[in-house]
Structures are given as C-alpha cells and as structure tokens.
C-alpha cells in the first residue's frame, strides 16, 4: 500500500528565502508597526520573538493582542506582490506526478496563499487537499492540532503518512504522532526524529523505489 505524502509549501515545493519571506517579514513588521505603535527595531524584535516562541508570528499577536487574524494574514500575505517573486524547481510538477501514494498539503500560510501559490507552481492537481492555517483553526505546525486536524479530516493513519519538511520542529511533532519524517536540508546533521534526509525534492523518487 503507497503511503500519504504530507508536505509543507514553504522553502519545501518552492524557495521562499529567496525573495517571499523577506516580503512577508517586511509586511509583518509594518504591521506590528502600525497596530502596536512601535518603531522598526522594536516591530522586527517582537516579529521574530513570536516566531522563535509560537512557530508563527500570528499566535503571539493573537495571544497578546487580540489582532484579528483574517485581518493580519490578508494584510502580511498580499499574494499580488508574492506571486512574481517565486523561485521554484520547475520540475516539481513532473517529481509530485511520479511518486506514488496520495498527497497533502500542510502550511502555516493562510489558504488563499496557498491556493495560488500551489496554483502558479502548477502542482495543485497532484494534491488531494491543501490545508492552510485557518483550516487548522489558526493552531499553526509545530502544534500537534494542526497534524491531528489534518489525519482526522482526512481519515489517515499517522503510521502510513510521510511528513516533508523543511523545519526540524515540524518534524519532530510529526515524528512524535507515528509519521514518518523526510528533512528537506542542506545540513549535514540528522537528529534522531528525522528518518531521511533529502537535499532535493528529486531525491524523494529514490525513497519511493526503496
């Protein structure tokens, strides 16, 4: 029986580092900015403070400020300047077609991000659902909420599932619930919740034939 493949979008199907996430960190900013009435070091400062805590910045600014998050991802994910600043390996479609076993998709981004990202990759078809954070009741990875949403909704057992990541954190809750764990990584180190790691998408073929 093929496995249910569970991947992550960001810096994972696409490279987000390149130009994405600095825009979206630079949205994020100005908008802690101007909702909190902080300068620039003091926005930055709390910005990644809430995404080294929480693993999304979105919790912090929930939890301690009662920021609407429709409002906050509309405002941080503005697909129209994201959309030309994506970096991809165009063979990505070809990769997800030739592995076999259904595909999820699983980001902290907000669902319309990931539509249209998923769709300008040109990968939506080889996926059976794309799970955005507000249909994981804005409780972002690593939280066990998020994978418990997804393997309930869709009617998956964790020991038949493959996780592939970027993020170790993600990895490790992923490991903890009884999936298997693919880490996307230029690393040389392997911690012990890890099960393969793969320094390109392509390789995930070589895991499949094994």
């Not at 070809?94 to 980001?107: D, E, F, T, Y």
Request: charge should be positive; proline fraction near 5%.
């Amino acid at each position: 029986m093929h496995p249910t493949w569970i991947f992550d979008l960001d810096n994972t199907l696409h490279n987000a580092n390149h130009a994405i996430f600095p825009r979206i960190d630079l949205r994020m900013t100005l908008y802690i900015m101007q909702h909190l009435g902080l300068d620039e070091p003091s926005a930055r400062a709390l910005r990644q403070q809430y995404y080294q805590r929480f693993g999304a910045t979105l919790r912090g600014m929930m939890r301690y400020h009662s920021v609407d998050p429709v409002h906050f991802l509309r405002e941080t994910h503005r697909t129209e300047e994201l959309l030309p600043l994506l970096v991809w390996d165009h063979q990505v479609s070809c990769i997800l077609h030739r592995l076999p076993g259904r595909k999820i998709m699983l980001s902290n981004g907000p669902q319309n991000y990931v539509e249209h990202i998923s769709d300008r990759l040109g990968i939506t078809r080889h996926f059976a659902a794309l799970y955005g954070v507000e249909k994981v009741a804005y409780k972002p990875k690593p939280l066990r909420q998020a994978f418990q949403t997804v393997l309930s909704r869709e009617r998956l057992d964790p020991a038949h599932c493959i996780m592939v990541e970027d993020s170790l954190d993600n990895l490790r809750t992923a490991r903890g619930l009884g999936m298997k764990t693919v880490w996307l990584s230029s690393s040389h180190r392997r911690p012990h919740w890890v099960d393969s790691h793969i320094t390109t998408l392509s390789d995930l073929r070589r895991l499949a034939l094994r």
